[in-house]
């Protein structure tokens, strides 16, 4: 961090959008296993992911992007997708990408390894062994 870093000393918090908050919960909470840190109802469910805040904010109406919006770096990408797998994740197939990986990881030329999956709403999640 720099002498001039606005926000580098600054906890980050991640925001996801969701439609259900009840089905939401019962994923980020009982499937990816964050903690519940409190119900702010109707204005977010809050989990602690390894000390990162993650609001998981109702909304009305909701077009996911295609795009990633929360990533987790994982120690064990085989183990952690296998778990995910078991507890009915099913992950993302891009072809030409990982579609040859019998688990859907894809490997990045710089050597991480990568695997994508949804939420119950549609939002592009993803798991990077570094």
Do not use: C, Q
Not at 56 to 84: D, K, Q, Y
């Amino acid at each position: 961090m720099t002498e001039n870093s606005i926000l580098g000393g600054s906890k980050l918090v991640a925001f996801v959008h969701v439609t259900d908050p009840l089905r939401a919960r019962a994923f980020y909470e009982d499937v990816l296993g964050l903690r519940l840190v409190e119900d702010e109802k109707p204005f977010a469910l809050v989990f602690d992911s390894n000390g990162v805040m993650l609001r998981v904010t109702p909304v009305g109406e909701f077009e996911p992007t295609e795009s990633t919006v929360l990533g987790w770096a994982v120690n064990s990408i085989e183990e952690t997708v296998r778990r995910l797998t078991a507890a009915g994740v099913v992950f993302n197939r891009y072809p030409g990408l990982n579609d040859a990986d019998p688990l859907g990881i894809w490997k990045a030329l710089g050597g991480a390894r990568v695997a994508w999956f949804r939420d119950p709403d549609g939002n592009v999640l993803s798991l990077t062994e570094f």
